[in-house]
């Protein structure tokens, strides 16, 4: 009796680690996105402030980056 409960407890959690690791890793990505994005918009402005000049991008300093 033992240890049909304890397959039973070892199946339930080791379903909720899995559950538990692929939500982790999908936040995790999520949140590596928007790091990249928020690290990256500065250079992309400061570049466009560097070259106003060359067309393919303008700037505005209220609303960010505007390709």
Not at 5 to 14: G, K, R
Not at 28 to 39: N, Q
Request: some cysteine.
């Amino acid at each position: 009796m033992g240890i049909i409960e304890y397959s039973q407890v070892f199946t339930f959690f080791s379903k909720s680690i899995a559950l538990f690791v692929i939500l982790f890793f999908s936040s995790l990505t999520w949140v590596m996105r928007r790091k990249i994005h928020i690290l990256y918009h500065p250079l992309i402005l400061r570049h466009c402030f560097n070259h106003p000049k060359e067309g393919y991008c303008r700037c505005d300093p209220l609303n960010g980056y505007r390709a």
